[in-house]
């Protein structure tokens, strides 16, 4: 089993609609999580971080669940730029390396 | 503020070519990273650093050297180019104990 996983996608969304994915982690002692974008072509750049509490920005909400190891990346009313990769990183308890899922495709079409 | 800078961008390599591949930071950040990112596979962590002369091996260190001379600088060594090794490869760096890492623009590399 892969430490962490993601569906592929991709999640087809019409624009405006709401779209939501998961990121599933096998080390329950990961320490923290975070969801970076991905332009096609270019390199990952940070989206949020994800707290225990939940968090959002602007459209976007990321929740943790300690309890069943994952977390998971709200859109709302998604807009056309909103079209790339998602890729979720986690940290694990010894040390500063991120490990990376495989990401999810998200297209948001008119 | 160039942020973190990779050369070459593209490369064609033949099956038992050497090369190396440099990273650049200019942010002062002790940690540093290489990923290489294969369809599907997500990022794969190389090798890394966290601080000016020392190194450790990632997920995937086999056929891979490094060396963090200056704390600016990660070089990422390839002795004999294999086919297996055509990928992208990212470079990234971050402040010690922050889960931001910032990335390079990525190098193209392909084995022939």
């Known amino acids: 089993r892969k430490e962490v996983e993601q569906d592929p996608g991709p999640f087809n969304v019409p624009e405006g609609a709401t779209v939501a994915f998961n990121c599933t982690y096998s080390n329950s002692a990961s320490q923290s999580f975070f969801w970076y974008r991905q332009d096609c072509r270019k390199e990952p750049k940070l989206l949020m971080s994800?707290?225990?509490s939940g968090n959002e920005d602007g459209r976007f909400t990321a929740q943790l669940n300690r309890a069943s190891q994952y977390i998971s990346l709200l859109i709302r009313d998604s807009k056309l730029s909103d079209s790339a990769t998602y890729l979720c990183?986690?940290?694990?308890?010894?040390?500063?390396?991120?490990?990376f899922g495989g990401g999810t495709r998200v297209l948001v079409k008119p | 503020n160039a942020g973190v800078t990779q050369t070459p961008k593209f490369r064609v390599l033949k099956t038992g070519q050497s090369m190396t591949l440099l990273c650049a930071q200019d942010?002062?950040?002790?940690?540093m990273y290489w990923y290489r990112q294969d369809p599907g596979m997500g990022l794969r962590l190389i090798h890394y650093?966290?601080?000016?002369?020392?190194?450790a091996k990632g997920e995937v260190p086999d056929g891979y050297n490094v060396s963090r001379l200056k704390k600016q600088n990660f070089l990422l060594g390839l002795e004999s180019a294999a086919p297996s090794q055509t990928s992208v490869y990212f470079c990234a760096s971050s402040y010690v104990h922050t889960g931001e890492l910032f990335f390079g623009e990525g190098s193209r590399l392909t084995v022939l």
């Open positions: 942010m002062n950040h002790e940690y």
């Open positions: 650093s966290v601080g000016e002369g020392t190194t």
């Open positions: 990183a986690v940290r694990g308890a010894a040390g500063n390396k991120l490990t």
């Open positions: 994800v707290y225990s």
